[in-house]
């Protein structure tokens, strides 16, 4: 862990290079210089928030890069209940994007990342709701944890703990827990279970990072009374990179790529505001950390280190930076004494990096393969080399987790490369490679996880790690590296991954959902994928008892790891409705593995491997459909398709310069992916093309849209706004507006049945003003709010129909949900209403 922190917390190490994650890092003379400047302060503040992208970057990327002070973000969240503008992974996937995307962030900024347990469970309106499904008191124990393991100074809160309803639940609730757990934190028989591996920590003060939005208005702001606000200037230019303090913030915001916060960096004067609510008041403002000591005079003995590092930053050589070596070293070891753990830790993991730049020394463990099986030999490729003067000594290296030592005695000599390949026998009870916080079943509200030591780092935890135990300048320095795995691509050049424990053997039944609308029998695919050679053994589908599954095995042999084989199942499914969960099982030597190896892989984070049960939900359905040839326009990304394709329908994906009336011809329905008017910006100029479609009695279907940033205002034919309405309840009573209308009766009969089951919530985003020729259709609301009319509206036009629904059918079509189904079918069917004159296309 003091790797991963040290490497959070390096300054300006976002070098303005688009990087694998894992690729490692090569600071030039001025980063070498602010990390010994960063030495020398013993301050900390902890950012606490919901979400990832609630954090102030500006605000983290100042006080980390220009006070220097140990900056966190504890976001309470991975975000896993928001949508994906680059990709379908939606829910848990999508955590694990967006936890990357925070990672990365921070690597710019100079902060550090840390999460609690929460699950993102999707939109909450206030933060009663909110803690009604997180665990509280578990959230409460992580933030209390966090802060007794970071032991801040200073806790800043993005949202305000007073104003409940105001904002997003999330966003008040995780201010709410923040200040209960001011005090809490220093109390010891709060959570006293934590303190066989923390103590007790009181920070000094706490802040609300306040600003106009939270007025209303920039002029409600300007008019308030700040006399308990503290300003901060935070527009630093630094001319050793040639950037300002915001355009380091904007790189960092804009790793948020999954949220579409590509973000333009600004120059000049910025102010922030911090609003006192906890602790001991400021007297004079001048900084948030006034009357604390943020020098080594805070631990006991440490004066001296604190005079050397002075000495270490004012007569730094730029041109030779290995000048400093002899003095970081003595500081190194001077550290070593203190009784102090704390500090003398982050500092000593930070000095020995710093020490490792200044003399070039690059160490670096590679393995053969990029995955590995539990009991395997890893092939690695040891890489060491001083590109200094200063006498460096290779003594040995130690391979984890088996803790083997091999001696070595070997000099680095200036410049002159050391190769050693190194076999690495992993054990068999090494855990396969996965996201920690989904190894085990969570809730909706809490993933879970059970080891307190855990709780709270960002990342996936990796064991195979190699230890050079070096001797620099007489004094012996461990320095930890996790193995990687690189090659060369021919257009990328040089790529890193990391390496990957893997099962001997996955599966994955490639259709998630599987619909049988009759008595019909099925084919069902199941890939499987080798974790290493010569695997051989009997795959086989697991279904309730009345559902028949032929044949009952299927053997399998693949020589060569990696290879991939694909085999068919034939499943019939029972006479009545029903719902099952199919697993596909490889049984090798009497060891059963039921692991789905999910890849994600995107250029701008780390590649993730998620293991999930190889498993699909098979329904039989009531359910009746037609033979319509659909046309769909992807927007933010999602799996809507595949559903679409899984109910018999021709479904052909358009790019926005393929409509055309030509192309258009072929098709009975058009349907809009998530937020298309959003994302697609080519929609603009092709609604006269679509609105023409639908004259000719053609039916066009358009999904929820962010009533923010649309490419067009006029996304219907006729009037029609979208609002900020939703309904988040997702088993909220359904009212029938409408019940006659076709769109209610044919070819499936619509009643409230259909509306259980649904996931996350019932939809976003409804319009709340349309054109009189709407028929909205249904009418739902969350507790203690007025009706919402506008998740699905219905409006003839000229031939066909237009129709436009918030619904989160992008959710409940992937979860298998069967009234959604049955409406979508509905929708696609609704055809040949009386004809009635084209009303004038909006310009």
């Given at each position: 862990?003091?790797?991963?922190?040290?490497?959070?917390?390096?300054?300006?190490?976002?070098?303005?290079?688009?990087?694998?994650?894992?690729?490692?890092?090569?600071?030039?003379?001025?980063?070498?210089?602010?990390?010994?400047?960063?030495?020398?302060?013993?301050?900390?503040?902890?950012?606490?928030?919901?979400?990832?992208?609630?954090?102030?970057?500006?605000?983290?990327?100042?006080?980390?890069?220009?006070?220097?002070?140990?900056?966190?973000?504890?976001?309470?969240?991975?975000?896993?209940?928001?949508?994906?503008?680059?990709?379908?992974?939606?829910?848990?996937?999508?955590?694990?994007?967006?936890?990357?995307?925070?990672?990365e962030?921070?690597?710019?900024?100079?902060?550090e990342?840390?999460?609690?347990?929460?699950?993102?469970?999707?939109?909450?309106?206030?933060?009663?709701?909110?803690?009604?499904?997180?665990?509280?008191?578990?959230?409460?124990?992580?933030?209390?944890?966090a802060?007794?393991?970071?032991?801040?100074?200073?806790?800043?809160?993005?949202?305000?703990?007073?104003?409940?309803?105001?904002?997003?639940?999330?966003?008040?609730?995780?201010?709410?827990?923040?200040?209960?757990?001011f005090?809490?934190?220093?109390?010891?028989?709060?959570?006293?279970?934590?303190?066989?591996?923390?103590?007790?920590?009181?920070?000094?003060?706490?802040?609300?990072?306040?600003?106009?939005?939270?007025?209303?208005?920039?002029?409600?702001f300007d008019?308030?009374?700040?006399?308990?606000?503290?300003?901060?200037?935070?527009?630093?230019?630094?001319?050793?990179?040639?950037?300002?303090?915001?355009?380091?913030?904007?790189?960092?915001?804009?790793?948020?790529?999954?949220?579409?916060?590509?973000?333009?960096?600004?120059?000049?004067?910025?102010?922030?505001?911090?609003?006192?609510?906890?602790?001991?008041?400021?007297?004079?403002?001048?900084?948030?950390?006034?009357?604390?000591?943020?020098?080594?005079?805070?631990?006991?003995?440490?004066?001296?280190i604190?005079?050397?590092?002075?000495?270490?930053a004012?007569?730094?050589d730029?041109?030779?930076?290995?000048?400093?070596?002899p003095?970081?070293?003595?500081?190194?070891?001077?550290?070593?004494?203190?009784?102090?753990?704390?500090?003398?830790?982050?500092?000593?993991?930070?000095?020995?990096?710093?020490?490792?730049?200044?003399?070039?020394?690059?160490?670096?463990?590679?393995?053969?393969?990029?995955?590995?099986?539990?009991g395997?030999?890893?092939?690695?490729?040891?890489?060491?080399?001083?590109?200094?003067?200063?006498?460096?000594?290779?003594?040995?290296?130690?391979?984890?987790?088996?803790?083997?030592?091999?001696?070595?005695?070997?000099?680095?000599?200036t410049?002159?490369?050391?190769?050693?390949?190194?076999?690495?026998?992993?054990?068999?009870?090494i855990?396969?490679?996965?996201?920690?916080?989904?190894?085990?079943?969570?809730?909706?509200?809490?993933?879970?996880?059970d080891?307190?030591?855990?709780?709270?780092?960002?990342?996936?935890?990796?064991?195979?790690?190699?230890?050079?135990n070096?001797?620099?300048?007489?004094?012996?320095?461990?320095?930890?590296?996790?193995?990687?795995?690189?090659?060369?691509?021919?257009?990328?050049?040089?790529?890193?991954?990391?390496?990957?424990?893997?099962?001997?053997?996955?599966?994955s039944?490639?259709?998630?959902?599987?619909?049988?609308?009759?008595?019909?029998?099925?084919?069902?695919?199941?890939?499987?994928?080798?974790?290493?050679?010569?695997?051989?053994?009997?795959?086989?589908?697991?279904?309730?008892?009345?559902?028949?599954?032929?044949?009952?095995?299927?053997?399998?042999?693949?020589?060569?790891?990696?290879?991939?084989?694909?085999?068919?199942?034939?499943?019939?499914p029972?006479?009545?409705?029903?719902?099952?969960?199919?697993?596909?099982i490889?049984?090798?030597?009497?060891?059963?593995?039921?692991?789905?190896?999910?890849?994600?892989?995107?250029?701008?984070?780390?590649?993730?491997?998620?293991?999930?049960?190889?498993?699909?939900?098979?329904?039989?359905?009531?359910?009746?459909?037609?033979?319509?040839?659909?046309?769909?326009?992807?927007?933010?990304?999602?799996?809507v398709?595949?559903?679409?394709?899984?109910?018999?329908?021709?479904?052909?994906?358009?790019?926005?310069?393929?409509?055309?009336?030509?192309?258009?011809?072929?098709f009975?329905?058009?349907m809009?992916?998530?937020?298309?008017?959003?994302?697609?910006?080519?929609?603009?100029?092709?609604?006269?093309?679509?609105?023409?479609?639908?004259?000719?009695?053609?039916?066009?279907?358009?999904?929820?849209?962010?009533?923010?940033?649309?490419?067009?205002?006029?996304?219907?034919?006729?009037?029609?706004?979208?609002?900020?309405?939703?309904?988040?309840?997702?088993?909220?009573?359904?009212?029938?507006?409408?019940?006659?209308?076709?769109?209610?009766?044919?070819?499936?009969?619509?009643?409230?049945?259909?509306?259980?089951?649904?996931?996350?919530?019932?939809?976003?985003?409804?319009?709340?003003?349309?054109?009189?020729?709407?028929?909205?259709?249904?009418?739902?609301?969350?507790?203690?709010?007025?009706?919402?009319?506008?998740?699905?509206?219905?409006?003839?036009?000229?031939?066909?129909?237009?129709?436009?629904?918030?619904?989160?059918?992008?959710?409940?079509?992937?979860?298998?949900?069967?009234?959604?189904f049955?409406?979508?079918?509905?929708?696609?069917?609704?055809?040949s209403?009386?004809t009635?004159?084209?009303?004038k296309i909006?310009?």
């Amino acid at each position: 862990m003091q790797k991963k922190h040290l490497q959070a917390i390096l300054l300006f190490l976002f070098c303005f290079q688009i990087a694998i994650a894992q690729q490692p890092q090569k600071l030039n003379s001025v980063e070498i210089y602010n990390q010994i400047q960063k030495l020398n302060f013993l301050g900390s503040v902890l950012y606490i928030a919901a979400h990832p992208d609630d954090e102030n970057t500006r605000l983290i990327s100042y006080l980390s890069n220009e006070t220097k002070a140990r900056t966190g973000y504890l976001s309470l969240t991975r975000g896993d209940g928001g949508q994906n503008l680059i990709g379908p992974q939606l829910r848990e996937l999508l955590g694990v994007i967006r936890t990357q995307e925070l990672i990365e962030a921070r690597k710019i900024d100079g902060g550090e990342q840390f999460f609690s347990r929460a699950n993102d469970f999707g939109f909450s309106k206030n933060p009663t709701e909110t803690l009604e499904i997180w665990d509280k008191q578990k959230v409460l124990s992580d933030i209390v944890w966090a802060i007794r393991k970071f032991q801040p100074d200073v806790i800043i809160n993005r949202f305000d703990h007073r104003s409940p309803g105001t904002t997003h639940g999330h966003h008040t609730a995780s201010a709410m827990l923040s200040v209960e757990s001011f005090d809490l934190a220093n109390n010891p028989t709060i959570f006293p279970e934590q303190l066989k591996l923390v103590q007790p920590w009181q920070p000094k003060r706490q802040f609300f990072n306040t600003s106009w939005w939270f007025y209303g208005s920039k002029e409600k702001f300007d008019a308030a009374d700040k006399s308990n606000l503290m300003e901060m200037q935070i527009g630093t230019y630094f001319p050793s990179i040639g950037k300002s303090n915001q355009e380091i913030a904007a790189l960092s915001r804009s790793r948020h790529q999954s949220q579409g916060f590509g973000s333009t960096g600004s120059r000049g004067e910025e102010t922030e505001y911090l609003e006192f609510i906890n602790g001991e008041p400021l007297k004079n403002k001048s900084s948030i950390f006034e009357g604390i000591d943020t020098s080594w005079n805070r631990v006991k003995g440490g004066k001296p280190i604190g005079e050397l590092l002075t000495t270490i930053a004012s007569q730094f050589d730029y041109t030779n930076p290995s000048a400093s070596i002899p003095n970081l070293a003595k500081a190194y070891t001077m550290m070593q004494s203190l009784d102090e753990k704390h500090w003398t830790t982050l500092k000593s993991s930070a000095i020995k990096e710093i020490i490792a730049a200044c003399s070039g020394l690059y160490l670096e463990a590679v393995a053969q393969n990029q995955e590995a099986t539990p009991g395997s030999i890893v092939k690695l490729k040891i890489e060491a080399i001083n590109r200094s003067i200063i006498p460096i000594q290779l003594m040995s290296v130690t391979t984890l987790p088996e803790e083997k030592n091999t001696p070595q005695n070997a000099a680095l000599n200036t410049n002159i490369l050391k190769n050693i390949n190194l076999d690495l026998q992993l054990p068999t009870t090494i855990a396969y490679t996965q996201p920690y916080w989904l190894k085990d079943n969570g809730t909706v509200g809490m993933y879970t996880v059970d080891d307190q030591k855990n709780i709270g780092i960002p990342d996936i935890i990796r064991e195979v790690k190699v230890v050079f135990n070096m001797q620099i300048n007489g004094i012996d320095i461990p320095f930890e590296r996790t193995v990687v795995y690189k090659y060369n691509d021919g257009v990328k050049g040089e790529m890193y991954n990391y390496l990957d424990i893997v099962p001997e053997i996955t599966t994955s039944i490639l259709d998630k959902v599987a619909l049988f609308k009759d008595n019909k029998n099925k084919t069902v695919a199941v890939k499987i994928k080798a974790g290493k050679d010569a695997v051989k053994g009997n795959l086989q589908l697991e279904l309730p008892s009345n559902w028949m599954v032929s044949p009952k095995i299927i053997p399998f042999n693949l020589e060569k790891k990696g290879m991939e084989q694909i085999v068919y199942f034939e499943v019939t499914p029972p006479n009545q409705p029903s719902e099952a969960v199919a697993k596909s099982i490889a049984v090798i030597d009497n060891t059963q593995y039921d692991k789905d190896q999910i890849i994600i892989d995107y250029n701008h984070i780390t590649k993730q491997q998620v293991l999930k049960p190889a498993e699909a939900k098979f329904i039989k359905l009531d359910l009746k459909t037609n033979e319509e040839r659909i046309g769909y326009i992807m927007g933010a990304g999602d799996e809507v398709p595949k559903s679409l394709s899984q109910m018999g329908y021709k479904v052909t994906l358009l790019k926005p310069e393929e409509i055309t009336p030509e192309k258009l011809a072929y098709f009975d329905v058009v349907m809009t992916g998530v937020r298309a008017y959003n994302t697609v910006k080519l929609l603009a100029n092709k609604q006269s093309i679509l609105f023409d479609f639908i004259k000719e009695g053609k039916t066009m279907i358009v999904q929820y849209n962010n009533p923010n940033d649309l490419v067009t205002p006029n996304i219907a034919p006729i009037a029609l706004k979208i609002s900020g309405d939703r309904v988040t309840e997702e088993n909220a009573e359904v009212r029938f507006l409408a019940p006659n209308h076709p769109i209610m009766n044919f070819p499936n009969k619509i009643t409230s049945k259909d509306f259980e089951g649904w996931k996350q919530e019932q939809g976003l985003y409804y319009p709340n003003e349309f054109d009189k020729a709407f028929t909205p259709i249904l009418s739902s609301n969350d507790k203690g709010e007025t009706p919402k009319d506008g998740a699905l509206l219905v409006a003839p036009y000229g031939k066909g129909y237009y129709i436009y629904t918030g619904l989160s059918l992008f959710r409940e079509l992937p979860e298998g949900v069967p009234g959604a189904f049955r409406l979508v079918s509905n929708m696609i069917s609704l055809k040949s209403p009386v004809t009635i004159p084209a009303q004038k296309i909006k310009n």
